[in-house]
């Protein structure tokens, strides 16, 4: 006859606490990298915008150069003469170099009713500013230099993102 075993297998107390501190641990290191994710994502969004309205400050500016090619006046005209050599600001809309203005400090963008950036009078005023400046090339004719300055406060400290482009006399 077999004599039954009072030795049950299973799980010690201290088995269970080991298993739950290990568990435990790995939750938490978890939620840590969810949570450096997340402050990450949200301190990099008013970069990656401003990295953009640096972007559309160049391509205004090289709107104006094919413009100008479109109406058959020299490719730089009103460019390398205009208040950019010294900033100047713009936003989508400007289809004429007339119509640059001379930066101002104290001018934000503002974002319109159709969701753009522009300077508008009654437009939701944003965190932004952006100065073009536009310089020629020492020795050549065909090629100005286009650097946009896009600022902001992020929390209280002062924030930029600068982009340079090169646009050349393409006729």
């Known amino acids: 006859m077999k004599i039954p075993s009072t030795h049950h297998k299973g799980f010690t107390l201290i088995e ?24 990450t994502t949200y301190a990099n969004a008013p ?11 160049i391509e205004i500016i090289r709107n104006l150069r094919d413009i100008n090619f479109i109406n058959q006046a020299v490719w ?10 010294a900033g100047c600001q713009a ?12 930066y101002d400090g ?23 500013k952006r100065k073009i400046t536009i310089s020629p090339i020492s020795g050549t004719i065909d090629v100005m230099k286009v650097d946009v300055l896009v600022s902001w406060n992020y929390n209280g400290a002062p924030a930029t993102f600068n982009t340079t482009g090169y646009l050349y006399d393409w006729q």
Request: proline residues 2%; aromatic residues 14%.
């Open 16 to 39: 269970i606490i080991i298993a739950i501190t290990v568990l435990s641990f790995g939750v938490l290191m978890v939620y840590n990298a969810f949570a450096v994710a997340a402050s």
């Open 47 to 57: 970069r990656l915008a401003a990295s953009y309205l640096a972007q559309e400050g």
């Open 76 to 85: 730089s005209a009103g460019l390398l003469t205009g208040p950019c050599l």
């Open 91 to 102: 936003d989508y809309r400007v289809s004429a170099t007339n119509q640059l203005e001379s």
């Open 106 to 128: 104290n001018a934000f963008l503002g974002i319109n009713s159709d969701g753009f950036y522009t300077y508008d009078f009654g437009a939701t005023p944003t965190i932004y």
